[in-house]
T-cell receptor, first 113, second 113 residues
Framework: GAVVSQHPSRVICKSGTSVKIECRSLDFQATTMFWYRQFPKQSLMLMAT?????????EQGVEKDKFLINHASLTLSTLTVTSAHPEDSSFYIC?????????FGQGTRLTVV | GENVEQHPSTLSVQEGDSAVIKCTYS??????FPWYKQELGKRPQLIID?????GEKKDQRIAVTLNKTAKHFSLHITETQPEDSAVYFC????????????FGKGTTLSVSS
């Protein structure tokens, strides 16, 4: 199957700082990638759809100025959490579809202190 | 948009018993229904999926059934084993794009030996 790699797997940052998370498709090109957020013991909630070469599409209630998405190449999408606050602490996970199947990155555990 | 409901939220069975998890979806145009298994702190892993042109699909101890008229699909695990213990998510394509996946709230399956 296809491989999606996400980095870093864990990050701790201070409140008010920004954090960048990378998502790469290693063996296929992904014109579209997806970013999810998962709070403890909850489901994966779609945050946004990342489109190569164009603006991301954000789900209702997700602040686009806080969660900056860049999809500059066919294999890389980045999510930047700007001015992070403790309530942004969560598990962020990216996904890309190859054929009908969705493949997920390893996820990033973000802790804002 | 697509709404995916999943039941039950928790399920406890004895080793060797069967487990059934049910999901309903709202968009009648949806045509792809995957099931994922997620272990704590890890990425979701696809365990089985079904397309709308078939009513049932089986892979060893795991099967999925689909009722398009009623807009529901179910995961069946037979001869459960302790290593089946995890959180299981159903999903369906987001409306109207059909590219991202929308997840159910998840079912925590516990298999006791």
């Amino acid at each position: 199957g296809a491989v999606v790699s996400q980095h870093p797997s864990r990050v701790i940052c201070k409140s008010g700082t920004s954090v960048k998370i990378e998502c790469r498709s290693l063996d296929f090109q992904a014109t579209t990638m997806f970013w999810y957020r998962q709070f403890p013991k909850q489901s994966l909630m779609l945050m946004a759809t990342s489109n190569e070469g164009s603006k991301a599409t954000y789900e209702q209630g997700v602040e686009k100025d806080k969660f900056l998405i860049n999809h500059a190449s066919l294999t890389l999408s980045t999510l930047t959490v700007t001015s992070a606050h403790p309530e942004d602490s969560s598990f962020y996970i990216c996904s890309a579809r190859w054929g009908s199947e969705a493949f997920f990155g390893q996820g990033t555990r973000l802790t804002v202190v | 948009g697509e709404n995916v409901e999943q039941h039950p939220s928790t399920l406890s069975v004895q080793e060797g018993d069967s487990a059934v998890i049910k999901c309903t979806y709202s968009d009648s145009a949806s045509n792809y229904f995957p099931w994922y298994k997620q272990e704590l702190g890890k990425r979701p892993q696809l365990i089985i999926d079904i397309r709308s042109n078939v009513g049932e699909k089986k892979d060893q101890r795991i099967a999925v059934t689909l009722n398009k008229t009623a807009k529901h699909f179910s995961l069946h695990i037979t001869e459960t084993q302790p290593e089946d213990s995890a959180v299981y998510f159903c999903a369906a394509p987001a409306y109207p794009s059909g590219t991202a996946l929308i997840f159910g709230k998840g079912t925590t399956l516990s298999v006791s030996s």
